[in-house]
């Protein structure tokens, strides 16, 4: 293993089947990539053999790593499976009912049912104490703040055990003084809390959201601390290289600055693939795109327009309502561990529920007991018997066995292979609602997207995907099964601020808006500059949130950059106007007032992108390395099987046909074709649609 100057810098994705692993050196754009199963017993032990791999493969020791980037999931998994009785919550006087009350709305099919119930609290109603005094909206104080009742609260809150304590008090977004102040008596009587405060992690107004993202943010803080140790300690002697995290706003930050805001990662992981999706998109030519991230346990899906991700400043985290920004990402429950079971009813299902990384699907060589959509795939000879480029031999009688006890259990007798072919029917038609509803559903026609399809379990479905919604193409990018993790290398720093100031437009104080702005400004250029950005790489971008007066909700959109005057006030209607007509169909642009609610800011520290490199010609007529029968539709077809790596530029090939690389299969679908475009991106359409050769 030779020294040399640092130049690799190394991507991280955990997942919750394999850890995926990206190095590309940065004097040549070489890139070399890996994937190790996860540890879900301690997540950075499997980030560490992967790291250890790949530096490997490249020749290269701890001096030659510039630094990595990293992907987790730790957040969501630790709020979605953590025990919620170690959180508590800090209200003011007369508040102490704000998340039972929450919101009206009810979940999208149970508007009209009698039996929905609101999911648990957060915090049960014992855990939220109050604290006496009162702000106004203005942040003025209406009564000081009753010092003694925090200390009781703090007391009570030692007493029993609780460990991480959100502060939410009204109004805190337009004077933070009594939550410092509260933080500070909490410090004081119960040091060993983890506390989060809500002028802190998202100044903006309605408390119920407020508080919600911030008892989200104390609760995942001790695990992300917890875990980010871990990775500390098992990297050894590469751990004083520059560790950044990717965040749910499409940007990365350091440890350090994570730690501070922790819920900022709550969707970090598909984040990155969005990200590294749009690169794709505009190095393949197809700005308009719909990802679908297929995984072991679930499918993400986000919309590309312009070889830009949509964004939201709001999501959820399992039934919890979270206000950050965050890339607009959807999630199924269906990926490649995604079991197959039988409701009470008779009817076949498939997920969410997954076999994970441990024990994995049956044909796995520890796999459990039930089957999954891997098992239905390699006994229909979609899959090789070995993955990740033979590093897990498949056991594809182990799967036939128990494919066949299920289909015993249906109604009316089927075969295994019918069974087989059912289940990834299902997971196909499951995909393609989820599409639907991002598309159709807002306005939007699929057939006009292409599909970019990349995980481990994508391209082994996707082309099927595509021709359901009769999208335009689907793209399936170099190393498929690793792109989130290449997606953390083409992503800037980044650091969110906000304010809410609310001005109707008649009486809106452009003054007081241009002091807000430098403010937020001077606050996201220190935040980069303390992760030792150099000023020269720092980009601000200043965004509002904006309704038309009366409005209960607002949109996000562009403000300009310069002097804020009367030009600036016209340009941000307009843009106004022009945002909520696409994202709803209709404005009243001349009709209505608007009225500004938050001002945004967003900090971007601009990194060097890795470059995708074009490919030498090869072959024109490429030969498959083997055949194996396919199961399609209604029986086995004798199917060429390509290796990745042989195909060139130019290439195209009539389904059906299997392609193989390490990491993942695409399979092309009689009646489709594959086209290598100069990068190795494989682009497969329906033959009657795809160009003459």
Not at 15 to 21: C, L, R
Not at 158 to 177: E, F, T
Not at 275 to 295: K, Q, R
Not at 434 to 441: E, G, N, P, S
């Amino acid at each position: 293993m030779t020294e040399s100057k640092p130049r690799f810098r190394i991507g991280i994705d955990t997942g919750g089947t394999f850890t995926d692993i990206v190095s590309v050196d940065s004097a040549s754009g070489t890139m070399q990539v890996t994937k190790v199963a996860s540890t879900p017993h301690n997540p950075a032990v499997g980030l560490v053999r992967g790291v250890n791999a790949v530096l490997e493969a490249a020749s290269a020791g701890p001096d030659a790593v510039l630094g990595f980037a990293h992907g987790t999931t730790v957040a969501t998994n630790a709020l979605l499976q953590g025990d919620i009785r170690s959180l508590g919550l800090i209200v003011t006087a007369g508040f102490r009912h704000i998340l039972e009350i929450a919101r009206q709305s009810v979940p999208e099919g149970y508007g009209n049912s009698y039996f929905w119930v609101k999911p648990d609290r957060l915090v049960p109603l014992q855990f939220v104490r109050e604290a006496g005094g009162r702000l106004n909206f203005r942040g003025e104080e209406l009564r000081p703040l009753d010092e003694d009742s925090v200390r009781e609260a703090a007391r009570f809150f030692r007493r029993h055990g609780v460990q991480a304590i959100g502060i939410c008090l009204m109004h805190s977004y337009a004077n933070d003084v009594h939550e410092r102040r509260v933080a500070e008596i909490v410090g004081e009587e119960y040091p060993d809390a983890v506390l989060s405060l809500s002028c802190a992690v998202l100044p903006e107004y309605r408390e119920y959201e407020r508080a919600v993202t911030t008892l989200v943010d104390a609760f995942v803080k001790p695990y992300l601390d917890r875990y980010l140790k871990r990775v500390h300690d098992e990297l050894g002697p590469l751990r004083d290289k520059p560790f950044l995290v990717m965040q749910s706003s499409g940007g990365v930050a350091s440890a350090e600055q994570i730690l501070r805001k922790p819920i900022t990662t709550a969707l970090s992981g598909p984040a990155a693939g969005a990200l590294g999706s749009a690169v794709i998109a505009e190095v393949a030519g197809f700005p308009d795109l719909v990802t679908l991230d297929a995984g072991g346990t679930s499918t993400d899906f986000c919309l590309i327009e312009n070889a830009r991700p949509h964004l939201t400043n709001g999501g959820s985290v399992g039934p919890f309502p979270v206000r950050i920004p965050m890339i607009d990402i959807a999630t199924i429950g269906i990926g490649g561990g995604s079991i197959a079971w039988i409701s009470r009813e008779g009817h076949l299902k498939v997920g969410p529920r997954s076999a994970g990384a441990v024990p994995g699907p049956m044909c796995y060589p520890s796999g459990g007991d039930e089957p999954a959509i891997t098992d239905a795939n390699v006994v229909l000879g979609r899959i090789p018997p070995a993955l990740i480029g033979g590093g897990i031999a498949l056991n594809v009688e182990r799967a036939r066995s128990g494919l066949a006890a299920l289909a015993k259990r249906l109604p009316g007798g089927m075969s295994v292979e019918q069974l087989a072919h059912g289940i990834i029917e299902i997971a196909n038609w499951s995909q393609a609602n989820a599409i639907r509803q991002m598309t159709v559903q807002r306005g939007i026609d699929p057939r006009g997207f292409a599909l970019l399809s990349f995980g481990g379990a994508g391209p082994a479905q996707s082309p099927a995907v595509m021709e359901l919604l009769g999208m335009k193409a689907c793209i399936v990018p170099p190393n498929p099964g690793n792109l989130s993790a290449f997606g953390l290398l083409a992503v800037d720093w980044r650091t969110d601020h906000i304010i809410t100031k609310v001005m109707h437009e008649d009486s809106i104080d452009l003054s007081a808006v241009a002091a807000h702005y430098a403010a937020l400004e001077r606050e996201a250029t220190e935040t980069l500059k303390r992760d030792g950005i150099d000023p020269s790489r720092i980009r601000i971008l200043r965004e509002a949130d904006v309704r038309y007066a009366g409005q209960s909700m607002e949109v996000r959109v562009p403000a300009p950059g310069g002097k804020v005057d009367e030009a600036f006030l016209a340009q941000l209607i307009e843009a106004f106007n022009a945002v909520h007509l696409r994202t709803f169909g209709y404005n009243y642009a001349g009709q209505q007032k608007i009225e500004l609610v938050n001002l945004c800011v967003s900090g971007f520290g601009v990194i060097e992108r890795p470059h995708m490199p074009e490919l030498a010609s090869g072959a024109a007529d490429p030969a498959p390395k083997g055949r194996r029968p396919v199961y399609f539709g209604t029986a086995f077809i004798d199917t060429p099987i390509y290796d990745r790596a042989a195909l060139s530029p130019g290439n195209r090939l009539e389904g059906p046909a299997v392609v193989e690389e390490f990491g993942s299969t695409t399979v092309v679908f009689p009646g489709q074709r594959i086209e290598v475009d100069r990068h190795g991106i494989l682009i497969i359409r329906a033959s009657r649609e795809a160009p003459s050769p």
